[in-house]
Every structure is written in C-alpha cells, then in structure tokens.
C-alpha cells in the first residue's frame, strides 16, 4: 500500500496519487474506500463534494471491506483531507 490520500474520503493508502501533481491528469484507479474512480466522480470540486455526502448519507460503506481497519473511524479519515463530518452531515 502507498501513502497517497483519497481527495474524496481521506483514505490514506493509495498506491498512486489520485491525480498526479505534475500532469493534472486522473489515475483512473478506484479508491478502496468510497469507491471512487478518480477522473470521473470527483472530476470537478463539486461533483467531488457531492459525491462524498451521497457516500456519507449512504453509511459510508466500502468499495473493499476486507481493506477496511477493525478501529476505522470516518471521522478521522476525513480530518485527513480537512473534513469535518459534523459540518457534512448538516
């Protein structure tokens, strides 16, 4: 697992970044977590926000759940990336 953090969820192992930071161009992998595919679903800061309160309101279940961690917290997984979940749910 890499150290590269999910811009939608904060899920902090991706392998690659989501969106290199050279290019701007997405990976097109699929985030473990929100089940995001990167270039698509967050291809726009907006449609990236809404597609992370739909996957909140949803439960906030896991593409993978056998990469999910027994102590997993969706709060803290979303300070990563500057989210409050409080703020988000209102």
Do not use: H
């Not at 997405?26 to 977590?33: E, G, N, T």
């Amino acid at each position: 697992m890499g150290n590269n953090i999910c811009p939608v969820c904060g899920y902090p192992n991706l392998d690659q970044p989501a969106w290199d930071p050279d290019t701007g161009s997405p990976s097109f992998d699929i985030c473990p977590s929100c089940g995001c595919e990167f270039g698509y679903q967050d291809a726009t800061p907006t449609a990236k926000e809404k597609y992370r309160k739909n996957w909140v309101k949803q439960g906030a279940p896991w593409f993978k759940p056998e990469l999910k961690p027994p102590e997993w917290s969706l709060k803290d997984q979303l300070k990563q990336i500057g989210v409050d979940l409080e703020e988000l749910i209102q």
